[in-house]
C-alpha cells in the first residue's frame, strides 16, 4: 500500500463552520506534513510531524489546528477560516523524518472553499 | 534554505528530449537536490532526487555539475501526458519548500 488517502475531496464551509480535514497512510512513515496550494502557485507547507509530534510550524494562523492522533493519521482542524483560506490541501507522509530520501508521498488533496 | 530558480515555462513536441534547469546558487554542503512533478488537482509526485553527478532512473536523469549550483532533469522522449509543472527543491531536513516550478506543455 503505497497510498496517502484524504478526506474529504471537495469541502464547502461558511466562516463560522468547525470541520476537519483527515489524512490516512500506512507505509509505516515517520513523518507527516500538511500543505496548502492555491491555484497556479507552488504548494505551501504549514505543518510537519516527526514521530508524531509536531516539528515545523510555518507561521500558520491559529484557524488552523493540526492533529496527529498516532503515526497513520493526521488530521487539519479548521474553525473560523476566511474565504481566502480557499485551496487545495495536500497530505504528505515520508519515511524519513530528517528529509534524507527526499521522497514525500502526497494525498491527492481536499478541496476547500470558503464562503 | 537554498532559493531555486527554474524557467517558468517550456514547450515540447512529442519525443523529444526536454532538460529543465534549475539554479540554486546558494546550496550547502548537505542538501539533496529533488524533482517532483504534479498534474492539475493532484498532489506532486517524486521523479528524481540526487546530490552530485548524475542520476538516473526509469523515468528521468538528473545532472548535477561539481560545483552544485544548479541542476538539469532530463526528460527522455516526452509524452503528451508529461505535460504538467516540475519543481526542483534543495534541502537538507524535513522542511521541503516548493518553489515556483516550470509548466511544460508537450505538443503533438
Known amino acids: 500500500d503505497t497510498e496517502v488517502t484524504q478526506t474529504p475531496k471537495h469541502l464547502v464551509m461558511g466562516m463560522t463552520n468547525k470541520k476537519s480535514l483527515k489524512c490516512e497512510q500506512h507505509?509505516?512513515?515517520?513523518?507527516m506534513y500538511w500543505y496548502k496550494q492555491k491555484a497556479k502557485k507552488p504548494p505551501e507547507l504549514m505543518f510537519v510531524y516527526s514521530y508524531e509530534k509536531l516539528s515545523i510550524n510555518e507561521s500558520v494562523p491559529s484557524r488552523f489546528s493540526p492533529e496527529c492522533p498516532n503515526s497513520s493519521l493526521l488530521n487539519l482542524h479548521l474553525h473560523a477560516l476566511q474565504p481566502e483560506d480557499s485551496a487545495l490541501y495536500l497530505c504528505a507522509s515520508s519515511q524519513d523524518p530528517a528529509g534524507e530520501s527526499g521522497e514525500l508521498f502526497f494525498g491527492e488533496g481536499s478541496r476547500l472553499t470558503v464562503l | 534554505l537554498a532559493k531555486t530558480t527554474q524557467p517558468i515555462s517550456m514547450d515540447s513536441y512529442e519525443g523529444q528530449e526536454v532538460n529543465i534547469t534549475c539554479s540554486h546558487n546558494?546550496?550547502?554542503?548537505?542538501?539533496?537536490i529533488t524533482w517532483y512533478q504534479q498534474f492539475p488537482s493532484q498532489g506532486p509526485r517524486f521523479i528524481i532526487q540526487?546530490?552530485?553527478t548524475k542520476v538516473t532512473n526509469e523515468v528521468a536523469s538528473l545532472f548535477i555539475p561539481a560545483d552544485r549550483k544548479s541542476s538539469t532533469l532530463s526528460l527522455p522522449r516526452v509524452s503528451l501526458s508529461d505535460t504538467a509543472v516540475y519543481y526542483c527543491?534543495?534541502?537538507?531536513?524535513?522542511?521541503?519548500?516548493f518553489g515556483t516550478g516550470t509548466r511544460l506543455q508537450v505538443f503533438p
Open positions: 540526487g546530490y552530485k
Open positions: 507505509m509505516g512513515h515517520r513523518a
Open positions: 546558494n546550496i550547502a554542503t548537505n542538501d539533496y
Open positions: 527543491l534543495a534541502y537538507n531536513t524535513d522542511k521541503l519548500i
